[in-house]
């Protein structure tokens, strides 16, 4: 299946990008990763950190798969409402979910300093507007389930949107805490930089068999080589034919995003906040570094991305018309477009934990619109519970055989 059709553009911001052999001889390592996006990416930083021998492998090349395709908003947000989740899984572990996300946003900072390249990292604060009079109510809900468990955030009148954007809508939240990144470039450089800390990197590298031996896992390749693990993390955007079966609970889905030539009038852009909508699917917009603008949306039921390229090209017409409708000063035109799949859960939380019948087997599959912040929620999850440590508190919550998803 491919993950996106159209023009991306993260992967033109960056020059000379590092290559990495295929995997042409056996080998033997604590880990074994499955995938070279950015689940794996941030597993493997966790992991060398911790002072395991670990091993990424990748059937395409490190970002060419959903990676590339990564609007790059990271937001503690959800698509689905904290009130909402809390209907669902109860007020306090919905609140402890979104803490975990919040705290992943920050971790993020953290480690987007650490790293030699600029991967055009900002601390951002998100526009969450009612796409309509209904959906004032269910803000206004929202707004009070934020505060009651202290949650940044702040309430605006359709008075205050209009006296800082050319725009108004019935009501918004504006929440504090969340950030943008140019997500390509964050993981080209995350994986450098675990290279040089341990990783060995093997692109062109396709794992065809996983089996179990004396309490060890071996991976066979395309190729024939065996890796040898005593631990193995799928961090790859679909779920794997090793569970198939079990995770039926998820959707593919597809997408649509556009990137504009840089704007003559960005400035007019307040705060540069990052913008969504609470109608569904939503519309979300964030701007770039060099002052373009990035929009997304227009999710359909269908799992393969849009190959035909006049049919695409309708579709993001209308996400121009979006960019125009808020802001009719931003006329650069669309420059770059692109239609992907991506994962959505039944109860909205991604898979993140062991296998609950295979020991030694873990998985990164952060479903949903927050893809970047569950993978480093995942990698905190996944490295304690490879190291025996106590369990991460919100791992319960969104482990594989969690209760919520058996009612989905």
């Known amino acids: 299946m491919e993950h996106h059709y159209g023009h991306l553009y993260w992967p ?28 794996g990416a941030i597993c493997a930083h966790a992991l060398v950190q911790a002072g395991l021998t670990t091993v990424m492998l990748e059937r395409d090349e490190v970002c060419g798969g959903s990676t590339s395709a990564n609007t790059g908003l990271l937001q503690y947000a959800n698509d689905i409402m904290l009130h909402e989740l809390a209907e669902q899984i109860g007020e306090a572990e919905a609140a402890e979910f979104y803490s975990a996300c919040r705290m992943a946003v920050g971790q993020l900072h953290e480690l987007a300093a650490k790293l030699p390249t600029d991967i055009e990292f900002h601390s951002r604060s998100s526009l969450y507007y009612a796409s309509s009079e209904a959906d004032v109510a269910k803000l206004q809900r929202e707004y009070e389930a934020l505060r009651k468990h202290d949650f940044p955030v702040d309430y605006w009148t359709s008075e205050q949107i209009a006296a800082y954007y050319p725009f108004t809508r019935p009501a918004a939240l504006l929440m ?51 890796v040898e693990a005593n631990h193995v993390i799928y961090a790859i955007g679909y779920e794997p034919e090793e569970l198939r079966g079990q995770l039926i609970k998820a959707d593919i889905n597809r997408s ?12 007019d852009w307040h705060a540069r906040h990052m913008i969504w909508e609470t109608a569904r699917p939503y519309l979300y917009m964030r701007t770039t570094q060099d002052g373009r603008i990035v929009v997304g949306g227009l999710d359909e039921h269908q799992a393969e991305p849009l190959a035909d390229d006049e049919a695409r090209a309708r579709r993001i017409a209308k996400l121009e018309r979006a960019i ?10 669309i420059e770059y477009e692109w239609s992907a799949a991506f994962g959505e859960s039944r109860d909205n939380l991604p898979f993140i934990g062991s296998d609950p019948a295979w020991p030694g087997v873990y998985y990164c599959l952060g479903y949903g619109g927050n893809g970047t912040v569950y993978s480093m929620l995942a990698a905190g999850i996944v490295r304690d519970l490879i190291l025996g440590k106590t369990p991460h508190p919100v791992s319960r919550i969104i482990r594989l055989d969690r209760p919520s998803l058996a009612r989905a």
């Open 12 to 39: 033109t911001t960056l020059e000379g990008k590092t290559g990495y052999p295929a995997l042409e001889h056996n080998l033997r390592c604590d880990v074994a990763i499955i995938g070279g996006g950015m689940s």
């Open 176 to 226: 504090h805490g969340d950030a943008e990144v140019n997500p390509y470039r964050f993981v080209r450089s995350i994986t450098e930089d675990n290279v040089k800390h341990g990783l060995a990197v093997y692109e062109h590298t396709e794992v065809i068999r996983h089996r179990s031996e004396d309490g060890r896992h071996l991976l066979e390749t395309k190729s024939g080589a065996i």
């Open 256 to 267: 649509y995003a556009a990137v504009t030539a840089p704007q003559k009038h960005i400035e």
């Open 324 to 333: 125009r409708e808020l802001f009719p000063m931003m006329d650069s035109p």
